[in-house]
């Protein structure tokens, strides 16, 4: 099963930025690592993954670089200084909203 | 059509990072196809999978377009800039025609609102080569040149209307001098003032073109050619020999026409189409006027008409490939050929015309044919 399209979407950054965050990667590895690190429920569109890409490096937020070392030649990504604490604060926003969406979802399941 | 080839003539972004986006699409293209063959499926299955995975390469196009999207608001300001123009213009004909304004002098430079407004155009035209070209020093693409190129069109074809032996002006030395009795007085009529405008902003257009193509591998040997045609036309000029002027500026304005919507996506040709339109109605007006004025206007606007109807379509097929651009320069000259027939024999030159547009017509057809099905396809 995999994750509904639109929550994908709407973290896409913050899967990408996690990916990073690891270590410096090109697009296509980042897409297989997306959906390695959720056993396959992220699927992240591939075709909507430069876009992301690009705009996060527009946005400083990572920084892409070319290498030859694995005989092709390819665009690697690494996160940058304000990439890292972006995710940071992404992941903190991220947990709040979790939980008190299970809050909400708790008390509408069973009512105090 | 292959992706990565639909992919790259969807994405208008400049030369130098367009090469990397295609380069790095390419790396994740192979890279996807291998993963998708190991499992033992076919290279065009393969291919299959790749393309309906990675979905419509024109949308993906346009969100990376819009990411490396090089005009903001100073490349919209700039577009404004040439609508701006026709404060100066407006001030330098109310200085020469007003009556009220004839009490502050009758020489030249004793007109301070002609004086203004021509240094005001003078000041814009120069602004405008300069931040071309630093634009295209910095791999930008002056986007902003069209809005400049079709206001400098809207100038002549304004003292046209109002004006019936405008284009001869073209021509002509446009001023007229008289002695006055103290020296030289100076009478210029507002559309010669139109043209004047026109002849300052066009040329710097041109230059900033020129410089364009110059540092564009693709179109430097063009470049140079076109300059060498226009060198030996000047030259032809000076020796007194007569020689087909209006041919050749139409060239110049194709070229113009090509490097502005060079590499464009689909939704440029519509722009790309109405500035060719503009500008060879403009030209063949002033051609036809020109070489013969007696012709009834119907029968010019018709030919006028029919004549830059091929030139869109002419533009609409050759638009994929920057090698097919050259079909482009080629039926400028048939057009212009066609029209020389038309006036020899309207017969003839009518069924010329009716050939090359069934000709053009049929692979744009098949084309946007295919260009439907491949892209239902994908959408499946």
């Not at chain 2, 030289?184 to 410089?211: K, T």
């Not at chain 2, 320069?329 to 212009?336: A, E």
Request: with cysteine; hydrophobic share 50%.
């Amino acid at each position: 099963m995999n994750a509904p399209k639109e929550l994908v979407k709407g973290n896409a950054v913050l899967m990408i930025l996690s990916c990073l965050a690891r270590e410096s990667m090109h697009g296509y590895r980042i897409a297989r690592a997306i959906e390695e690190m959720s056993d396959g429920y992220f699927t992240l569109g591939e075709g909507s993954l430069y876009p992301h890409l690009h705009q996060l490096e527009k946005d400083q937020l990572i920084e892409g670089y070319w290498d030859t070392s694995s005989g092709r030649e390819r665009k690697y990504y690494r996160i940058t200084e304000h990439g890292t604490a972006e995710l940071a604060r992404r992941s903190e926003e991220w947990q709040r909203f979790y939980s008190k969406l299970n809050v909400m979802i708790g008390l509408a399941i069973d009512p105090v | 059509m292959d992706y990565l080839k639909r992919f790259e003539r969807e994405l208008d972004i400049s030369s130098v990072e367009k090469k990397q986006v295609v380069k790095e699409m390419s790396a994740h293209i192979e890279e996807m196809k291998e993963d998708v063959m190991s499992k033992g499926l076919s290279a065009e299955d393969a291919e299959a999978v790749v393309a309906r995975k990675l979905g419509n390469p024109a949308k993906i196009a346009a969100r990376l377009g819009a990411i490396h999207e090089r005009s903001g608001w100073k490349s919209m300001l700039l577009s404004i800039l040439p609508f701006l123009g026709v404060v100066p213009i407006l001030m330098m004909i109310l200085g020469t025609r007003n009556k009220g304004m004839d009490g502050l002098g009758t020489l030249y430079f004793n007109r301070p609102l002609v004086l203004v407004g021509g240094a005001l155009v003078i000041l814009l035209s120069i602004t405008m080569l300069v931040i071309g070209i630093r634009e295209i020093l910095h791999n930008k693409r002056p986007s902003w040149l069209a809005s400049f190129l079709a206001a400098s069109m809207f100038l002549p074809l304004v003292a046209f209307i109002k004006n019936k032996y405008a284009p001869m002006a073209l021509t002509r030395s446009h001023f007229d001098y008289t002695d006055s009795g103290d020296g030289f007085s100076f009478s210029p009529y507002w559309h010669e003032i139109l043209y004047s405008c026109f002849y300052w902003i066009i040329c710097v257009s041109v230059l900033v073109i020129i410089f364009a193509l110059l540092r564009d591998g693709k179109w430097k040997l063009l470049t140079i050619s076109a300059l060498f045609a226009i060198a030996l036309g000047a030259r032809l000029v000076v020796f007194n020999i007569d020689i087909n002027l209006a041919l050749l500026s139409a060239v110049m304005f194709v070229i113009a026409g090509l490097v502005v919507f060079a590499k464009h996506r689909y939704s440029t040709t519509s722009r790309a189409s109405l500035f060719l339109f503009v500008g060879y109605v403009f030209f063949m007006i002033a051609f036809a006027n020109d070489i013969d004025p007696d012709n009834s206007k119907f029968i010019v606007i018709t030919r006028i008409l029919s004549s830059a109807v091929a030139t869109i379509l002419l533009y609409l097929r050759a638009a994929n490939k920057w090698t097919k651009y050259m079909v482009i320069l080629c039926g400028t000259v048939i057009i212009n050929i066609t029209d020389y027939l038309w006036k020899l024999s309207p017969q003839a030159g009518q069924s010329l015309l009716s050939m090359a547009v069934i000709t053009v017509m049929i692979p744009i057809l098949f084309e946007i044919r295919t260009k439907r099905s491949n892209e239902l396809l994908v959408a499946d």
